[in-house]
């Protein structure tokens, strides 16, 4: 009879013996002390111990284990941010709010917010109905110190500098994802401080559908524009025609000729009052966009104006000064009314590509002879100078052609005395009477104080050498930094509205969003297959619409959208020109397709 040999008894295993090598899953092989949640696998670490990684949801964490199955401290906790920071609020001047306090960590920007308006008193009124203050909502920025090492050119010495960043913390989820990010430039031991922002009290509905083709015009269309109070659209380009038309019927309501070439630039009045344009042959034009009808032609320039500038209402409530700049290598400031001109910016050895007029009384204008230069445009003001048309200083930097500029108070300057409606709180109706002018002039000026607090004036410039520089021309010749990442040249830049960020557009098909003070990287927008040539934002800063030469329009959430919300097709061919209405209701397109497009909610 044969007998079966019998089974091998199982033998037990110790910690001494288990083999840790390789991966194993833990759902069934580790329980109670070694995995309590019992998900997951383990993976060896090499030295006797392994590592559990749990990949259930709601336990989601890694631990290391001895190979005694004991819980290893490996120093890097996600958790390591402290609960709690105390944090001392202050506005954009420097003057505190309250006292520092105790916050929690977990808090973002909506808890801040609720704190600063508690702060700042502005609750619900005392029937408990909410007042249009208790729903501002705010931006919010953390100083932090960074030290730079670096080596002298000439001896090789070390040297350490140490200066101070404004770091927008708006977007993070809480403090404590800020702090983790920065914990080697913030120290929780010490009170942080936070500056707080009001942001647009309003929001501007995203664009998503096109409610209105407007065709006429014979050739490619190179510039729409909105007016001030966003109720006129203006048109020009390789027609000849400058054209006006109703924003609320998307009819025509004057076609405008008087030039004989291409109109290579536009440029509304604060005011509203008055539209400017240029052509390919020199000819300023100045109309009157209620009649239709030109109110002055000048002989500006011996080669074609490449760009113009009026100047703000904050500035001077009559609002009849204007800069052209030309290919020419001149600008030039004119007074529209008396058809003079008032000074001749003479320096630039090559074409002038771009031109501004900025808030604190000075002109920028970018050549293609690699340089910037900023010019007193008053008497008797301005920054060390006294005479208008005087050169203040040349910024110098770039390695080639620069092609564009923004100034960070460009929407403010552009919108003068009116608000989001496009309305202005004054009686009298005529734009022309003693009464306006003079409301209009304290609303501006106004407007442009709470806008600009403290900070200094911020010019960003892009290039053919692929870069972006950031200055403060009112205090220093040198740039403040030089933006990288850009793959082609810099077509178009823009800041926001409340200038936290700006865009720049790029032959490259990219539109990249940086920090508006710091100059700091914010996103890449990637989604066109063909060159940017214009952005422009909402006026409550949420939201970009590009143009491209793809055919298409996009729009983008700002700071958060690297892939476009929506795509606005329609146009047969490039999208030349772009500008969305300063009271937020509609976009304008342009077209080599020779058609205005208008898109709206």
């Not at 808890?111 to 508690?118: M, Q, V």
């Not at 960003?460 to 740039?479: N, Q, R, Y």
Request: some cysteine.
């Amino acid at each position: 009879m044969d007998v079966e040999p019998s089974a091998p008894k199982p033998t037990t295993s110790t910690s001494s013996t288990k083999d840790l090598s390789g991966v194993a899953w833990t759902g069934g092989s580790l329980v109670g002390s070694l995995n309590p949640i019992n998900h997951g696998y383990r993976t060896s670490d090499g030295n006797g111990g392994y590592i559990i990684t749990n990949t259930h949801k709601r336990y989601k964490k890694t631990s290391r284990r001895d190979k005694d199955g004991n819980l290893v401290d490996d120093g890097d906790d996600e958790d390591d941010v402290v609960g709690n920071v105390v944090v001392q609020f202050s506005n954009k001047e420097g003057d505190t709010v309250g006292d520092a306090m105790d916050v929690p960590t977990s808090a973002g920007s909506d808890e801040l917010a609720t704190l600063i308006r508690s702060l700042l008193d502005q609750e619900d009124d005392e029937d408990g109905h909410s007042t249009n203050k208790a729903h501002i909502p705010y931006a919010f920025f953390a100083k932090i110190e960074r030290t730079v090492r670096s080596k002298h050119p000439s001896t090789g010495e070390e040297l350490v500098t140490t200066h101070t960043e404004d770091v927008d913390i708006t977007d993070y989820s809480s403090l404590k994802a800020f702090l983790r990010q920065y914990r080697n430039d913030v120290s929780t031991e010490q009170t942080l401080q936070l500056t707080y922002q009001p942001m647009a009290l309003f929001k501007v509905r995203p664009v998503t559908r096109c409610t209105d083709t407007l065709p006429g015009h014979t050739d490619a269309i190179l510039h729409v524009s909105y007016s001030p109070d966003g109720k006129h659209l203006a048109s020009g380009g390789g027609d000849a025609t400058v054209r006006f038309w109703d924003v609320f019927t998307s009819t025509p309501r004057h076609t405008c000729k008087g030039h004989k070439d291409h109109v290579l630039s536009t440029a509304w009045s604060p005011d509203g009052v008055r539209f400017a344009s240029g052509d390919k042959r020199g000819f300023l034009i100045v109309w009157e966009p209620n009649k239709g009808v030109a109110v002055g032609t000048i002989k500006a320039h011996s080669k074609w104006i490449t760009g113009m500038a009026w100047e703000p209402m904050h500035r001077n409530s009559k609002c009849e000064r204007l800069v052209t700049s030309s290919k020419d290598g001149l600008a030039k400031i004119w007074n529209v009314r008396t058809k003079r001109c008032e000074a001749t910016l003479a320096g630039h050895v090559d074409s002038i590509e771009s031109v501004k007029w900025g808030g604190e009384g000075l002109i920028y204008t970018a050549s293609r002879d690699r340089t910037i230069k900023v010019w007193n445009a008053e008497d008797g003001q301005g920054v060390s100078a006294s005479r208008v048309g005087i050169l203040v200083k040349t910024l110098t930097g770039h390695g080639h052609r620069v092609n564009t500029l923004a100034v960070s108070c460009d929407y403010i300057c552009r919108t003068g005395p009116f608000d989001h409606y496009g309305k202005i709180d004054v009686a009298s109706k005529d734009r022309d009477s003693q009464e306006w002018r003079e409301a209009a002039y304290q609303t501006s000026l106004s407007k442009y104080k709470a806008f600009k607090g403290s900070e200094p004036e911020r010019l960003i410039s892009g290039s053919d050498d692929f870069t972006l520089l950031l200055w403060h021309p009112t205090e220093s010749k040198k740039p403040l930094k030089r933006l990288t990442g850009h793959q082609q040249a810099v077509n178009h830049l823009a800041f926001s509205p409340d200038s936290r960020f700006f865009a720049s557009a790029s032959f490259d098909k990219k539109i990249k969003v940086w920090n508006g003070r710091s100059g700091d990287f914010v996103a890449t927008m990637t989604g066109h297959v063909g060159a940017v040539y214009q952005v422009a934002w909402s006026s409550d800063g949420r939201y970009l619409v590009s143009a491209s030469k793809d055919s298409t329009a996009k729009l983008w959430e700002v700071p958060s959208g690297k892939r476009a919300k929506e795509t606005l097709p329609g146009h047969e061919d490039e999208v030349y020109a772009l500008d969305w209405s300063p009271n937020g209701s509609s976009v304008a397109t342009g077209s080599k397709d020779r058609t205005i497009k208008i898109w709206k909610h």
